[in-house]
């Protein structure tokens, strides 16, 4: 199966394509431009490479969120475009499941993604890996710090990915001490998000362009002043 699978949720964008879980290509970017500038493009080289095009994709994946809001509604409603012009199903994936994904075969079992989500809250949860298993250990939302990092198993190692590791390093090294672990890992996800979107593609939980919705775990600035 050949999947295109797109993140647009931080500043970090990616692009992927696979074939089942093999990676084929990538094309990651980091800039001050919007991501409505590039991602076109960058699906279009991507694909290039590959001497493929759009009508070669057999399914897409795509991070629903959480992260940047206008960064999710670009990557939401360009895959909502290719698959209904396509017919071809998607697969939703968390930002936070990707993230953590990254670490899964690491030696520490217990991986907590974290995203600064701005306002004073974290986008986060804590997951553990246990083989092939993934577990929910608490689930994803957005946090006040203090609340979350509360609730971590302090007698446990931690890793801890995402671009609001080094925001809340001290605070987390406050409640862990020698328990966090902040391993180094490329911020992109592109790839990841193609993995775990295969797996919901596999157990046929894909769904159509107008099915999609996003993962916010918070209102819109938006819908607060509403």
């Given at each position: 199966m050949l999947i295109l699978a797109l993140d647009t949720t931080t500043a970090t964008g990616s692009v992927a394509l696979l074939e089942n879980t093999r990676l084929l290509a990538e094309i990651n970017t980091l800039s001050g431009t919007s991501h409505s500038a590039r991602l076109l493009r960058s699906v279009d080289e991507l694909l290039k490479l590959q001497s493929l095009s759009v009508r070669n994709i057999e399914a897409f994946a795509v991070a629903a969120g959480p992260g940047s809001f206008t960064g999710i509604r670009i990557g939401l409603s360009t895959v909502k475009a290719l698959a209904l012009a396509s017919g071809r199903p998607v697969a939703p994936v968390s930002t936070?499941?990707?993230?953590?994904?990254?670490?899964k075969d690491s030696q520490v079992r217990l991986v907590c993604p974290l995203l600064d989500a701005k306002?004073?809250?974290?986008?986060?949860g804590l997951f553990e890996f246990l083989g092939?298993?993934?577990e929910e250990v608490i689930p994803q939302g957005a946090y006040k710090p203090d609340e979350f990092f509360s609730r971590l198993p302090d007698h446990r190692v931690i890793s801890f990915i995402g671009n609001?590791?080094?925001?809340?390093?001290e605070k987390i090294l406050a409640y862990l001490r020698d328990k966090a672990r902040?391993?180094?890992r490329s911020p992109f996800i592109g790839y990841e998000v193609g993995r775990l979107g295969y797996d919901l593609l596999k157990r046929g939980r894909g769904r159509r362009g107008d099915e999609l919705e996003p993962l916010y775990f918070r209102r819109s600035q938006a819908e607060e002043r509403r």
């Open positions: 936070l499941e990707a993230l953590a994904l990254k670490l306002k004073g809250e974290i986008f986060t092939e298993r993934r609001g590791t080094d925001v809340f390093r902040f391993p180094s």
